[in-house]
């Protein structure tokens, strides 16, 4: 059951699957610059990643707009507890997304191993979820990850 806060929330009547869409912009932009195969399949629920790389579950999140961190849900608005599950997240923002010319822009901002995320949930904006924030300035450049995966390298350093 949705709440007034629920799934979507960023979703519109002009553009019912822009929270769909958004998580898949910022798949396709990572998929594109690391030469990765693109998984637009659609499952009910999300699914369990995005995608893995060298053994390790990557998670990309992509904002609508730039907030100057990452938001990584830890507890739903039903109030279920989300473990960390990836091995990495990815953050990403929409710069530009014009959809009746089907054209969109990513930024691709910086990747966080789990290990370094500060385990402090904190109440979101809207509705009774509660988020990992990672702020921007505390994530690895993205350059990095992306040569480690064009040079098939290890994450862990």
Same mark, same amino acid.
């Given at each position: 059951?949705?709440?007034?806060?629920?799934?979507?929330?960023?979703?519109?009547?002009?553009?019912?699957?822009?929270?769909?869409?958004?998580?898949?912009?910022?798949?396709?932009?990572?998929?594109?610059?690391?030469?990765?195969?693109?998984?637009?399949?659609?499952?009910?629920?999300?699914?369990?990643?995005?995608?893995?790389?060298?053994?390790?579950?990557?998670?990309?999140?992509?904002?609508?707009?730039?907030?100057?961190?990452?938001?990584?849900?830890?507890?739903?608005?039903?109030?279920?507890?989300?473990?960390?599950?990836?091995?990495?997240?990815?953050?990403?923002?929409?710069?530009?997304?014009?959809?009746?010319?089907?054209?969109?822009?990513?930024?691709?901002?910086?990747?966080?191993?789990? %290990?370094? #995320?500060? !385990? +402090? =949930?904190? @109440?979101?904006?809207?509705?009774?979820?509660?988020?990992?924030?990672?702020?921007?300035?505390?994530?690895?450049?993205?350059? %990095?990850? #992306?040569? !480690? +995966? =064009?040079? @098939?390298?290890?994450?862990?350093?």
């Amino acid at each position: 059951k949705k709440t007034e806060y629920g799934k979507g929330l960023g979703n519109t009547k002009e553009n019912p699957l822009a929270v769909e869409r958004t998580g898949l912009l910022g798949q396709a932009a990572l998929a594109k610059v690391c030469k990765l195969p693109l998984d637009i399949t659609y499952r009910e629920n999300g699914d369990k990643y995005d995608n893995v790389i060298a053994g390790y579950k990557v998670d990309i999140k992509c904002a609508m707009i730039d907030y100057g961190q990452m938001l990584i849900c830890g507890r739903n608005d039903r109030g279920r507890y989300i473990p960390l599950s990836k091995d990495i997240y990815i953050a990403s923002y929409i710069e530009f997304d014009n959809l009746k010319e089907k054209f969109a822009s990513v930024t691709l901002v910086g990747f966080v191993l789990k %290990k370094d #995320i500060d !385990l +402090v =949930l904190k @109440r979101g904006k809207k509705g009774n979820q509660m988020n990992y924030e990672v702020d921007y300035f505390k994530l690895r450049p993205i350059t %990095k990850f #992306i040569k !480690l +995966v =064009l040079n @098939r390298k290890d994450f862990s350093h």
